[in-house]
């Protein structure tokens, strides 16, 4: 019965404590090769060794970059090679692996070379899957390989790495390597025992066969190297092979020189299928009785599905899998090629550092699937607008970079930066849905802004922080003065972080009033920061940085509290029974447990539901169906809902109908031209005529003047609230001014 990794990795390890092996110790070797015997070891291994480095060195240089110790072991467990990382090696030389020790579960306990060579099959232990403790932050794979022919066992080779770098893909790639070996071991094997006139009966063999006289004509060229090199056998039968590249050259110096060759690599190329071929090429001179060179023989072996694994692990390992970008690892390798390049010629170039504008707020509202999709259509929005010769990468999330090659003036890039940002005011489409996505983008140059990759990116990434900063959906050039900049909003994330402990906040509330009676009908909660030097400080300065670093779910939550504990108050005191509206961020939205901590603060405080109205943004209702849920939910407590800042999104009167909701807000933006400007005056009466026929309530925001008043009266809006009637006033002051006196 064949065992499961899992019954395995058990049944070594219940071995291992029956060894009484000491978990937390560093096990010793109870067997080790004299230099004597292992010196006949490597003599009596040399044919498969010769073989095994070169495949290993192939299987290393396509994993050039990555930190792996191959380890090459004969069929008892004796290790006779180790190739890679110096790193690793010198690490587990310490810890006593070294050329010529033998691993034995009796003194090893679980480890993948016994297990390879027990199990005869691919192993892998990553971290706790070993015994011994001062393994787990290891990752080892290990492949036996046999003579095909006797299925006789020869040895394992192992990958080492850090647990940090496990990879699936290293084991595919080992037993790849091994299916490789295995094949040329049994054709060295059955080199050794027949003549080569002899040993291959010319078209039954896998390889391609190719053969001369000793001039150099070809005389034979059976039908596997037909399909190999793209060549008709009765095309190149009595040719000079010295014209057929390129392996005519290699057959010439066996006839002329003697020369032989083994695993040369060859590719031929074949235009019209678009493909290649990759195989390894030996060619060895033919004799007569008399040692007499009277000929060549060469044969073709096809490694084209290695050299294709190779080739898709490289692009995987340079490349993003979702929009086919270079990766960040590929990025800086072409950013440090670029830096030698212009040093060398004195040449100027840019750096752009694209970051999109709340594109969490659309994964978070669509998904992470529509997420992908928008990701991948602006990756194409953004290609459009490069020269084949500019560099355009993914470094993750929605981050994306641009290298532009030869921009000695700012113009070059700022052109760029503006084709970008138009690019992106295109509507996307996804799934249904229609949606804007803008970005901001932070620009340096070489050699101005940074002489080495690092500080040009610091620098680029310093004014995409400046280019969020002055607004979104802009791009801002580097300067010295930003340095000072990144360190105040360290600063201030600082001081957050202690004003959250602190609880350093107060709320301030402004009337909202009923536009035909004149009476106070609520109040929206608006929080200050009440920082320890004295004084306010407004949301515009710390909202934005507490949204980034999600501090605003526990500030929000605490305005949410003390808003209904203080309404609960004025009840209490006999005062007029109004309404309190507080500000839900979308992180608190979006939270699982929004309706619980809602019904909670409502059950600690005693606040009637009634008198809550929690004010949501149209953005986060893009997703119409999730938003549904949420509010209806929130609605069957008895709380009031309010759309914020309305016509300011994306959103849709008609989708209004599906959601439970009882108030639109005008945002101050249309009312504070609605008297000199016709079309937004227009907008005004169509949103309070609409919202009237859906049966909603509308209240307009930010109204401060006699004749913008007049006209949302004459509109019929039902509620209004601003500066005409007050600023946002403190509990004590609204209760002396207003409550007291409940008619403006």
Known sequence: ??????????????????????????????????????KRKFSEYESVLRVVRFFVKKLLD??????ILIVISDETGVVLEMDGDE?????????????????????????VINLALSGRCPVELIGNDHYHHYLFNSACYSVPFHYTDMNDLLGTISIMTSIELADPAYLTLLSMAVDSIERELLLVKQNQKLNVLNQIMINSTRSGIIMTDKIGHIIEFNDIAEQLTGLKKELVR????????????????????????????????????????????????????????????????????????????????????????????????????????????????????????????VNDMLGHRNGDILLYEVSK?????????????????????????????????????????????????????DFHISASIGISFYPEDGLDAE?????????????????????????????????????????????????????HYQPQIDLQTGQIVGVEALIR?????????????????????????????????????????????????????????TAQFLKKSLNQTVADVLKETGLDPCYLELEITETMTMDVERASVILDELSRLGVQISIDDFGTGYSSLNYLKKFSIHRLKIDRSFVRDI????????????????????????????????????????????EIQGYYYSPPLTADELEKKYLRNSTL
């Open 1 to 38: 019965m064949t065992l499961t990794k899992q019954q395995y990795i058990m049944e070594s390890k219940r071995k291992s404590e029956e060894y009484q092996l000491d978990p937390n110790t560093i096990p010793g070797f109870d067997e080790v090769m004299s230099p004597l015997d292992l």
């Open 62 to 67: 396509s994993l050039k970059g990555n930190p």
């Open 87 to 111: 790193t690793i090696k010198q690490t587990i030389t310490q810890l006593g692996i070294r050329i010529g020790v033998r691993f034995t579960e009796e003194s090893c306990g679980t480890n």
């Open 238 to 361: 009595e040719q000079a092979v010295r014209q057929f590249k390129p392996m005519g050259q290699y057959i010439c110096d066996v006839i002329e020189k003697g020369s032989k060759y083994e695993n040369i690599q060859l590719i031929f190329e074949r235009p019209k299928a678009s493909s290649k071929v990759v195989c390894l090429f030996d060619a060895l001179p033919i004799y007569d009785e008399h040692y007499q060179i009277i000929g060549a023989f060469g044969q073709f072996r096809d490694v084209t599905p290695l050299y294709e694994a190779e080739e898709k692990y490289n692009h995987l390992a340079y490349h993003d899998d979702l929009t086919g970008l270079p990766n960040r690892r590929l990025f800086y390798k072409q950013l440090n090629e670029m830096l030698e390049t212009a040093k060398q010629n004195n040449h100027a170039f840019a750096i752009l550092y694209i970051d999109l504008d709340r594109f969490k707020m």
């Open 381 to 433: 929005r953004l290609k459009s607008c490069l020269k084949s010769t500019s560099t355009l990468a993914r470094m993750g999330g929605d981050e994306f970079t641009i290298i532009l090659p030869n921009a000695p003036e700012p113009d070059t890039a700022v052109a760029v930066a503006d084709a970008i940002i138009q690019k992106l005011k295109r509507i996307f489409r996804i799934q249904g849905h």
């Open 455 to 507: 500080t040009l990116m610091i620098h680029a990434d310093t004014a995409l922080y400046k280019a969020k900063e002055t607004g979104k959906n802009n791009y801002v050039l580097y300067a010295p003065s930003m340095n000072q900049s990144s360190h105040e909003k360290l600063a201030l994330e600082n001081s957050l972080r202690k004003a959250v402990e602190r609880q350093e906040w107060v709320l």
């Open 529 to 585: 920061w009440q920082h320890p030097k004295n004084h306010l400080v407004s949301p515009g300065e710390f909202i934005p940085l507490a949204e980034e670093t999600g501090l605003i779910v526990p500030i929000g939550e605490w305005a949410l509290k003390q808003a209904c504990l203080q309404n609960k108050l004025w009840q209490d005191a006999g005062l007029p029974k109004i309404r309190v509206a507080v500000n839900l961020s």
């Open 675 to 718: 008297t000199s400007d016709e079309s937004d005056a227009r907008i005004v009466g169509v949103i309070i005529s609409m919202a009237h026929h859906l049966g909603l309530n509308v209240i307009a925001e930010g109204a401060e003047t006699p004749e913008q008043v007049a006209f949302l009266k004459d509109q019929h809006c039902d």
